[in-house]
């Protein structure tokens, strides 16, 4: 799981890096200047990337814990029908 959510967030901070890049370099030709808006827009998708990245692992970690809470009540049910 762990490995999972490293591979996710790190996918995520590419695509949304790349996409602050790409839509920079468009507006930069746009508009004819020199890369004023690619280092702006990079600037402001490192606060982004983060935000993107703790959401995601919250999730991913409120996943497993459920996870782990219902094999816990299997287990303990599984448990109860024996002593039975």
Request: glycine fraction near 8%; proline fraction near 1%; include cysteine.
């Amino acid at each position: 799981m762990v490995g999972q959510v490293g591979c996710v967030t790190g996918l995520v901070a590419i695509v949304i890096i790349a996409l602050a890049f790409g839509l920079g370099r468009f507006l930069d030709t746009q508009f004819d200047v020199k890369g004023i808006f690619t280092v702006l827009l990079l600037v402001a998708s490192f606060p982004v990337t983060l935000y993107v990245m703790v959401r995601i692992s919250l999730q991913m970690v409120e996943r497993a814990q459920n996870r782990v809470h219902q094999l816990n009540q299997q287990h303990q049910q599984e448990a109860n029908q024996q002593e039975e």
